[in-house]
């Protein structure tokens, strides 16, 4: 990994203990990502919302082509940090190898919901979390409202098939940028809440993040439906959103 602070390089933890703030993270490929509008407006409502500060826009992604410099493919985090002792937010670019998820998740379910879920802080608990269920064999968290209501995973969005629409929790959550982009292309609604005990009741689900999509093959004990035709045609409609230039 390499990381920037405002453009200079730095080989310090760029989420050193004491900081708040708030990241987006993304897939560049060819020095372009999806959605990239998208990632810039969650920057720019969290820095109001958290510092009351405006966000240049035109600097950030100037300070992401600095970091990539010759790189064309990466994982690349924008933090907006402010630091222990500090009035001032900073600007942090990391830029890591490309990635990807595309094998059959199994999810572990805790009761756990972010707060202010809206936001994609430097730090919560979901972490923690995560690491559990790592440790117990499975993939990822489930985060749920410990009454058995679904809201996302630890490190991505949920999204359950019924016959005719991708089904999102209606639950205190982030509203990742893989999720607002599929909303463009696919039928979806978030009528109601999605518990647990009526996973049964779906054709299937995947999880998604910047990294892509992946199948959903077990929740706790549960195994889940693999509709091969229905998750095809997520990760196609996916496929064909346009790339935005940095």
């Given at each position: 990994m390499?990381?920037?602070?405002e453009?200079?390089?730095?080989a310090?933890?760029?989420v050193?203990d004491g900081?708040t703030?708030?990241?987006?993270?993304?897939?560049?490929r060819g020095?372009?990502?999806?959605?990239?509008?998208?990632?810039?407006?969650?920057?720019?409502?969290?820095n109001?919302?958290?510092?009351?500060?405006a966000?240049?826009e035109d600097?950030?992604?100037?300070?992401?082509?600095?970091?990539?410099g010759?790189?064309?493919?990466a994982?690349?985090r924008v933090?907006?940090?402010?630091?222990?002792?500090?009035?001032d937010?900073?600007t942090?670019?990391?830029?890591?190898?490309?990635?990807g998820?595309?094998?059959?998740q199994?999810?572990?379910a805790?009761?756990y919901?972010?707060?202010?879920?809206?936001?994609?802080h430097?730090?919560?608990e979901?972490?923690?979390?995560?690491?559990i269920a790592r440790?117990a064999?499975?993939?990822?968290?489930?985060l749920?409202d410990?009454?058995?209501a679904?809201a996302e995973?630890?490190?991505?969005?949920?999204?359950?098939?019924?016959?005719?629409?991708v089904?999102?929790?209606?639950a205190?959550?982030l509203?990742?940028?893989t999720?607002?982009?599929?909303?463009?292309?696919?039928?979806?609604?978030?009528?109601?809440?999605v518990?647990?005990r009526?996973i049964?009741?779906?054709?299937?689900?995947?999880?998604?993040?910047?990294?892509?999509?992946?199948?959903?093959?077990?929740?706790?004990t549960?195994?889940?439906?693999?509709?091969p035709?229905?998750?095809d045609?997520?990760?196609?409609?996916?496929?064909?959103?346009?790339?935005?230039p940095i």
């Amino acid at each position: 990994m390499r990381a920037e602070v405002e453009g200079r390089p730095v080989a310090a933890d760029p989420v050193p203990d004491g900081a708040t703030g708030h990241f987006t993270a993304m897939q560049v490929r060819g020095r372009a990502v999806r959605g990239l509008e998208l990632h810039l407006r969650r920057l720019r409502s969290a820095n109001d919302e958290l510092f009351g500060v405006a966000l240049d826009e035109d600097r950030v992604r100037a300070l992401v082509r600095h970091a990539l410099g010759d790189t064309g493919d990466a994982s690349v985090r924008v933090y907006v940090r402010r630091l222990r002792g500090s009035t001032d937010p900073e600007t942090v670019v990391t830029v890591r190898p490309p990635g990807g998820i595309d094998s059959p998740q199994r999810l572990r379910a805790v009761d756990y919901v972010r707060p202010t879920a809206h936001l994609k802080h430097l730090t919560t608990e979901q972490g923690r979390y995560r690491e559990i269920a790592r440790k117990a064999g499975f993939d990822d968290a489930l985060l749920t409202d410990g009454l058995d209501a679904i809201a996302e995973a630890a490190i991505a969005n949920i999204g359950f098939l019924d016959g005719v629409a991708v089904v999102w929790p209606n639950a205190p959550i982030l509203r990742g940028i893989t999720m607002q982009l599929l909303e463009t292309v696919l039928p979806h609604t978030t009528s109601g809440a999605v518990r647990l005990r009526e996973i049964s009741s779906f054709d299937g689900a995947f999880v998604c993040n910047a990294r892509g999509i992946a199948l959903v093959s077990a929740i706790d004990t549960a195994p889940l439906p693999d509709p091969p035709v229905r998750i095809d045609e997520v990760r196609r409609a996916y496929a064909a959103i346009a790339w935005d230039p940095i």
